[in-house]
Every structure is written in structure tokens, then in C-alpha cells.
């Protein structure tokens, strides 16, 4: 708290004080046919008043740099107080470049690649003069129904943690002209949401919270991450922009958060609506009680606060700890000092969607897309004398991912695209069938087979549309429409040389697929230059490098299913895996082992690991050891491996994981090249939350693995003494 902001605070009317806590959309400042009515349209519920709504601190959603400045200098033209807003919007997975969505970037296992991104993408937008981004978003996931997947880093807590550190620097960087504050979401345990339906009941033990979903938003907070947004859900019965126990007790008082909280959209009014209050001024009791500082679009704050601190029930104090944090951000944005910041229409337009942009945009899709299946069609070579592509996700821009911000699908490289820009006029395309979920249109299939049977390999494009994920798009069926397979089916028919390029957002239950097509990419939704991704790595310029980050299940029946699981009183051996065994912890019809696990993903390339070793078979506390393992490109192509560092915590006072990523390193070899890598133990990854609800380390056996994919088995023991 600087003493700026301090004498500010001390000129300001209760009033004022009260609209700092308040967000809107910018529209609401805008002049022209594209403004939002402060009081009528979808701001009528904010019960605003019609002067002091130019005393409001924040607003959310606009993009351009033009209407910013409108916004803003309307804003400024009417405000007494004239404290600039600050605008935040959802730059989640780029601004007007857009990379792919995060759970693809995550499958990168590669920091410094997400550090770079975010980086990329804080400079467009602050050139647009947004001054703030709601992400990361870090909600540990573990239901592919949900259909939020496609935003978070995954079902492992120590790779979401590293993806949320790594995101937050690269968008905040030394808060700089071109960078931005980033706030982490949804505290807390969002991807918990029952059957994978969104906004649906949590319901996690304090040590599940801890163990698995609160550690990556607390990597975001160690981070120096300057804002965080409450979750819509509940935590222990109290919905969270309510919940002193998770906002006060753990991100305040026990991690020394002071940052800015705000809460998710509407969210004050849900408190209401879930049943813990019984009318908006409850509501911004509650809320102001855990230490929520922002309202974003609903009214209680602006309705009913003032009234709770005239009436005592809220101390001022309380009140203007609140505006001091919103205030001290403004500052050390600078725009105090400056209202519109890094704005610049011109420089924006040279920036955005440069060769530059779109190049790191291309290589991270190449890095983020996983080879799920290979059997020796790809690398496809580029002397082929005909190409098909075909498939309804062929033709399009609309594989960009659904956080598109200012993104455009008319400006992003669809994959006939892509493949044209390498292979010329060789290219056809056919549709094949339709996109949507429900379709059973086969009239397009013949077309294609046509076109199939008479070109050299055909490039299926498949999967799901970019708006069946993104929030409140949750799926109870995430297999492939029949129609799609019949596609593929009769494809196969007339063509061998056949590769799936599979577009989604989250993992789908795809069985059938990986028992029929040859070869299957899944390329997420890739972003702005997909569609050249896609063809680099179909015809080698790229070499596919990324692992998947979520379980991919065999159908959705094994969910929720992810890799760190505890073993239960009745494990089934995965000696037995095709087994029936039957007082197991098992099916009777399929096995327990998923589709894909955590960490899977092939190359054009072959590894091989060896000489694996631990420094030392004891370790006592405050000593470290060193895991290492030789890992060899025993193939013919240069390509990048993500070594996969593991422990198992043997025996505890409560029930352990049966193995915890504690480490990776994106390495690259040339063919035949070795490297060593190597990974330090410390009894600070060996801690966990103990019966007595201690963070701390037990002494005892530890196992520890080394691998490509979460399936590597052990290869040395040590004792914690
Ligand atoms: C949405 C989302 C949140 C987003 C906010 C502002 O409801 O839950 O992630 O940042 O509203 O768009």
C-alpha cells in the first residue's frame, strides 16, 4: 500500500469508495450504437446509479484499442473522482493471436514455451489497453464431460502448478508497458464439478483440496500473480465467493495474499440462488466477510453496502482495505499516471497477428499437439502426387479454440490451407459429413470416398466443433458421432494411407478410432496457425512432441479416471489388467487401464532410457538425492522428449497416490544423441497433508521412477530416516 493511494483513499466519499468494488462491462462507457444503457439492458439488474456509475473501478469485455479509448475518455469526461477504470478481459489462450487452448499447452511439458505465449499475447493486449487477463485458469481436471477441460492444465497438480507459474510470468513479466496482470481461477476446485457438469455441486475433503486442487492457484499466488477470481462452485457446503474459510483463513491469512479477489460473473447473486443468503445484501455481507474486493455484474456491492457499513455490520475498515488493494493495483499498472496505459491503435495493428506472432502461435501448436497413434503412416512424404483432405474440421477456421478473445476464424490457417501451403494444387477437399454432434447426414460420404480412392493419402480431419467446449459446454457423450466413423470406415475402404487429425478440447472417449485409423494427431484446438501446424507435422517440418496432460479413458464409463490414484484395499495387478478378477477394484466388462495415460504421447522418433540411477538408496531430512537416467534419439529424426519424473510415497499415515509427478524436462536430440537428465529430491516434494492434517514429510520407504509416460515402472527405492 503506497501512500498515493493512501491520500487518495482519505478524499474519497463513502460512495466512491463503494463503486470502486464494482465492475461493468466497458461497453456501458462506450458513446456510440454499440453502448450499454448503465441502467436499462443486461446492467438493469445492477441497480446502478446514473453518476455514480463514472466512479466504478473496473470493467470487463471489449476489445480494440479504438473503443477503448472511447470507454475510457467517456468514463473520465463524466467521473468526479476521475480514478481511470482498468479493463480486464479473458485473454485466455491469446488475444488476436491465439495459440492452442491450454489444455494443449500444458501438453507441451514445456515452461518456457507457455511463459512465451502468454507473454505474446499480454503484448497485443495491452496494445488493445486491457490491463488485466482472467487466467490462468488452473482448475485441476479429472471429467472430460466438463467442458472447461479445455482451459486447464490438466489432472496433475505439480505440472498445473508449473503451467500457472510460467503463464503468470509470461503475462505479468515485470509489469511492464507490454504486459499485464494476470489473475489465477477459479479458487477454488471448479474442475470438480460433479458428472462433469458445470456450476454442478463440489465435494472434496479438506486434504483433497489441499493435496490435489488448491496447490497450483498457491503456485500462482508464490508466483507474485496479482489478481485471483473465486469459483461459481461450493467448497464444503459454502460457495466460495462466500467462503471465509478458503478466502479469508487460506489465500489471505495462511498464504499472505493481498492481492485483488473478485468474483466470478454474477456470482454474488448465486450465493442467493444456492441458498446461503436471502437477498443481495446478505450477499455482500457474505462476500465482503470472506474478503472479496471486486463485484463483477451484479449489484449487491452498489445496492447494499453502504447501508451494511452506516448500519456497522461492515467496518470502513474493511471497506477501505478493499479499495486500497484495487487502487494499488491502478498504480502499479500506472494508469494513475497514465488512463490509457500501453494503449496504441497503430502499433497494435503492426503487432497483432505479425509474421512473428503467427510463427511462435505455429510452433507452440506443433509443440502442444500429441501423436496418439502411428503405424508407419507418418511422417506422409511431401512426393505424393495427391492429397485429400477430408472431414468437416478440414475446411475451416473454426478450430481456433472457444476463449477466442479477438480472435477470428477468418483469420486462422484452416488445414486444406496448411496442406496447400506445403503441397500446392495436390490438395482436394471433401466434407465428408457434418460437424455436429448429433448429425446422421451420410449424404456427403460417397463424394469423399470418391475423392479418397483416387488421391495418394488422405488427411481425415474429425472431432469436435470448438463450441462443444468452453464454459457451460459440457458433453454426457464424448465419443465420435457415428457418422464420423462411417466416414472413416469407408475411407479405409478405398485408402490405406489415412491419418486422423483429431480436433478437440478435451479428451475423447475415441476406442474405436484408435482400433481402426492408422494414425491419429490430436491437435486440440490449435489456434490461429492450426492449420500450417497441422501440415508441418503431418509431413514432418515438425515433429510431434507434446503428452497428454488428462487421461484419455476408453469410454466415459472409467471416468473420472487420472493416473496419481490411491492403490484401495483391493488393487487389480496390471499383470491382470485383460483379466477378469473379480473382488477387485474393477470392471467386469473392460479394463482399468485408460485409452491413453497420463503423460502419453509418440514421435516419429524412438528413446530409449537407460543407466537410470538414484544418488543414494537414504535420505535425511533436510538432505537432498539426485535421480538421473541416460535418455538416447535412437531414431532418424531430430525431436524434442519430455522426461517424466515420478515418486511414491510407499506408507504414510494416510493413503498415498500410487505415484506423483515431481518433475520433467523437455529435452531435444539429433538422431543418436544422449543426454543425461537428471532430478533433485528434496524432502520438500516428499510433503503432504498427514492424518493430523500436517504439511509435512513422513519418514519411510520411496519409490522412484523415471519414464516417458506415467506408466514407467520404478527403478529405485529409498528410505527417508
Ligand atoms: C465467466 C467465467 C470466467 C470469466 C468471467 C468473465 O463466467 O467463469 O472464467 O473470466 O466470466 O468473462
Known sequence: MSQRTKDILSKMTLDEKVYQLVQVTTATYLTGENKIDVITGPNSTLKLDRELVYEVGTSLNLVGAETMIEAQTNYLNNSKKKLPLILMQDVIHGHRTLYPVNLGVSASFDRDLARDLAQMAAKEASL???????????????????????????????????????????????????????????????????????????????RNLREYYLPAYKRAVDAGVKMLMTAFNIVDGVPCVGNKHLVKEILRDEWGFDGVVISDYSAFDELATHGVSENQKECAYLAMEAGCDIEMMSGCYAGYLKELIQEGKISEEQLDKSVLRILNLKEELGVLDNPFRSVNPEEAKRVQLSKEHRALARRGAEECAVLLKNDNVLPFSKDVGSVAVIGPLGNTGEIHGSWKCGGKAEETISVVEGVKGILGDKVKYAQGCQIEYNSTDESLIDEACELAKNSDIVILCLGEHQEYTGEGNCRADITLPEVQYKLLDRVLEVNKNVAVALFSGRPLAISRLHETAPAILDMWMPGTEGGNACANLLFGNAIPSGKITMTFPRTLGQCPIYYNHYTTGRPKLEEDDYNRVRFTSSYLDIPNSPLYPFGYGLSYTTFEYSDLKLSGDTMKSGETLVASAKIKNTGKYKAKEAVQFYIRDVKGSCVRPVKELKGFEKIELDPGEEKTVSFEITEEMLKYWTREMKFEAEKGEFHVFIGKDSTCKPFATFQLI
Open 128 to 206: 488493445d489497453g486491457i490491463s488485466v487477463t482472467f487466467a490462468p485458469m488452473v482448475d485441476l481436471v479429472r471429467d472430460p464431460r466438463w467442458g472447461r477441460v479445455m482451459e486447464s492444465s490438466g489432472e496433475d497438480p505439480y505440472l498445473g502448478g508449473e503451467m500457472a507459474k510460467a503463464t503468470v510470468e509470461g503475462y505479468q513479466g515485470d509489469m511492464g508497458k507490454y504486459n499485464i496482470a494476470a489473475c489465477v481461477k477459479h479458487f477454488a476446485a471448479y474442475g470438480a464439478a460433479e458428472a462433469g457438469r458445470d456450476y454442478n455441486t463440489v465435494d472434496v475433503s479438506e
